[in-house]
């Protein structure tokens, strides 16, 4: 769920990411409620996510970005668990703290 803390984008979107739609450093959507075509600069944290997805010692079998520890792509009711309890934990991270 890191993918989605530093994209900031619907459920959805994040659910539909494909490693191909990472092109020339940037991250390109196409937002599904909007139809809006944006990019995100792959840099720093989003990087580092990106990395650790693709450093992944399984065999690959989807170009989800979203996938479970086995290397399979997320059903739409498991993404959907996940993303619910991820703000939370977000909440606690000492990055995102407000002094």
């Known amino acids: 769920m890191d993918l989605a803390r530093y994209i900031a984008q619907r459920p959805a979107d994040v659910f539909n990411l494909r490693l191909t739609d990472i092109r020339h450093g940037e991250l390109h959507i196409r937002q599904r409620k909007s139809g809006k075509a944006i990019r995100i600069i792959v840099e720093a ?44 934990r977000w909440s606690r991270s000492s990055e995102f703290s407000i002094p």
Request: proline letters at 2%.
């Open 45 to 88: 944290k989003l990087k580092q996510v990106i990395d650790r997805i693709r450093a992944r010692k399984y065999q690959v079998t989807s170009t989800a970005l979203v996938r479970n520890e086995h290397g399979e792509e997320l059903t739409l009711s498991a993404f959907d668990n996940r993303f619910k309890g991820a703000p939370s």
